[in-house]
């Protein structure tokens, strides 16, 4: 294809590095490295390089060269535009620095160039920004210095008074840069707690930074910069780490920030600040000193710099970057919105509708979305691991869930066991997803609820206390499926207060002459190999659907219970096999959740006890009709007050028996 030479300014990348080699010329550059052949090729970069400033156009440079060598160097020039070592400087957008600034703030202006077009004229956008710096200490200070250095022509200063602030040392640091930049200057704002609209006043972007965790102040800025039409980040400091971001752009979630620190403190409870209020009155980390203050400093006005110029603008405020103020480490952390630092959005019966045709989300599915809520500071969940367990004879994954309210008492670990690693992981998320949205409760929805009939589908009305803190949250790969397992798990609640109904010994159940599931088979051959005796007890009588106690010498492991006879015999197995391998490993953490012991009294044998036909599969209606009674109802009420888990999955379940 022709090129019009006249519509390309050639301007060679910044970072990019050639080197002769036998073949002729190898050019590289931060986005790759070519070979180039030809004996006189790297000569031929090496004479036009100078030249490639983005000032002339390539019929101006051609026409300045011999004309038997014009159209090898017009084929040289757009060979190299083609690959990306050139851009065509004809569609920068015109500016107005000098030679001399241009020339100051090279560094800068290729560091713009690699991402994006237009360097010189988004560097000067950049300089005659507005960007107020706010904050206190040797933090402060060590920022404007960064801002200077950087570029900007009028530093905004508004210092708050919880930490030392050298006016002088700034006077030096302005004193400084204006030797090679004589237009800089810097401007005092008063800085009023209860003002902050004026610290953000006309401001293009609004920076701030606290040597110690100035909470509440860090809170309310963003929403003041969003006010004034201003982006905004900063940078805070809770023990021995700062944490840097996110950038909040001007049309951006002001309420970002928020929800990052609510995610944070969600994982680490003990943290300086999780109560949301400013702490003036404690020390800053004895690391926050030197080249760290710089550091961190540094690593905001980088992240300001990038968004002003253009290159992140748009990629959200999505994550933090953590400082090790000890190691001098740094690591990025994604977080995604917290429901209290949104608007509170009243319950909505009309959303009921949609779950019972929704999209179904199968366990492989659910691991997949749930990579997105895994972050070891700042997700929904810290991690999906095997830690040091043991593997034998089941799989066992950990994931230690974030408590996003305080219901919890602290991040808590739930567990996941399975016939392979991939499963145990998928269970292991399932239960995740289960354990979270039962302590995640927006008060601000109000004292009622809605959920659905079980039977009928309609919407009803129930109290909010009869829902959280959900002593059992069930989920399922559809609404029906999580409407099933929930109901299953609120009759299997009342197991253990149905003990105190029983008349006679409760039967003995052989499980070698039971009707089991394959994998029910393998759980059974499994514990004869370890030689693991144990018994199972028939409850099902008590509670109208198949229960059943496993007991064994070292106690009763599981009360359990489920529509399908085979089905809760092969969870029964499992919780049996997985509490022999957690006491045999000497690994309680994994094992099942302790139970009350069946009293002797009640352990019928196979021989004796109570008599009659064996267990029985039902169905969820039978189940239901048990639980309510005459004139009762049973609701379902999904527990998704966190919008983004309910993307994740919104099939979890607590079921909430009315009576009549």
Known sequence: MEVNVDQVRPRLRGDVYVMRVPEG???????????????????????????????KTLGELCASVPEPSRAALAKLVLLLLDKGYVKNALDDRPHTLSGELVTTYAANISFIEYFTDSPERRFEAYRDSSVVLTGSGPLLQALVNSQLRAGVRTVPLAPFAESPFDRDRVAEHLGASRAQDPEQQIVYRDADAQRLDLVAADATMVLHVADRPMIERARQLPAAAAAAGAAFAQAVVSGDEAWVGPVIGENDDPTAWDSAWRRLFALTSDLVGADLRDHPEVEPSEFLRGPTVALVANQLCFAAFRHLAGIDKGAGPDHLVRFDLETLETSKHTFLPHPLALPAVPDDPARLAALVAAKPVDDEELARRAVDFVDPRT???????????????????????SDPVGLAGGSFPVHGCGE???ESRERAVRRA????AAVMVDSRKGDRLYGLDVLTGEPVEVDAAEVFPARTAASGTDWSDAVRAAVVAAVNDTAVAALSTATEPLPQLDPDAAELTPRGE?????????????????LSGLLGLPTFAFTTPAGTVAYVSGLDVAAALEEGLERTLLA???RATGQPGYAPAPVPDLPEWLRGSAAGGATGAGPRSVTLDEVVAGLTGEGGRVVAVPLDHDASLARLSPFVVRVVVLHG
């Open 580 to 582: 022999y391998q957690a």
């Open 433 to 436: 997803l289960e354990g979270y």
């Open 25 to 55: 010329a190898y050019i590289r550059s931060n986005l790759g490295g070519s070979m180039l052949k030809g004996a006189s090729t790297y000569e031929w970069i090496q004479r036009i390089a100078p030249l490639l400033d983005g000032t």
């Open 379 to 401: 997700g929904v969940f810290a991690e999906v691991t095997e830690r040091d367990y043991e593997q034998l004879p089941l799989f066992v994954s950990e994931v230690v869930v």
């Open 522 to 538: 393998r759980y059974l051959k499994l514990l004869g190999i370890v030689e693991e005796s144990f018994e199972v007890h028939d």
């Open 420 to 422: 392979t690693v991939v």
